[in-house]
């Protein structure tokens, strides 16, 4: 994490913070309305929110964060998602856990799964998607 705080990296981390808070802003508005409003369960509501807001995080990350990449917009979108099914799947199994064995309210419980699947996600699109940072002296 200290070597995440220092030069290239620190930026590309701080940019990508400011992406996630406000993709994560979407991301739990959708999921209340999804679940107050519309009375879906909150699994398969936190499950297509995260969707809608990693769509936009890419925008996002694309135009600010990562920008200068090489990789063209489609690729670069499939890579993304794929990153983001892992993102999906930490914050799907967190989220399960901290709502049914924690009993934690389901918007603590997507808030905490968040931290963790957003770095995991960060990681892999600085490394392996835009290519960004390497395994080397950028970190």
Do not use: Q
Not at 12 to 25: C, E, H, K, Y
Not at 104 to 116: E, G, K, N, P, Q
Request: glycine share 8%.
């Amino acid at each position: 994490m200290a070597r995440l705080a220092r030069g290239r990296a620190g930026r590309l981390f701080a940019r990508n913070t400011v992406a996630s808070f406000l993709s994560f802003g979407l991301d739990i508005l959708l999921l209340w309305l999804l679940v107050r409003t519309a009375g879906l369960n909150p699994f398969p509501a936190a499950a297509a929110a995260f969707i809608v807001a990693i769509t936009l995080h890419y925008w996002l990350s694309r135009i600010w964060v990562f920008c200068g990449t090489r990789r063209s917009v489609a690729a670069g979108y499939a890579y993304f998602l794929m990153n983001a099914g892992i993102g999906l799947a930490i914050t799907m199994a967190m989220f399960v856990a901290l709502v049914e064995l924690a009993g934690l309210h389901f918007l603590l419980a997507r808030s905490l799964a968040s931290i963790v699947a957003g770095i995991t996600v960060f990681l892999l699109n600085a490394v392996y998607n835009f290519r960004i940072l390497g395994s080397g002296a950028e970190l």
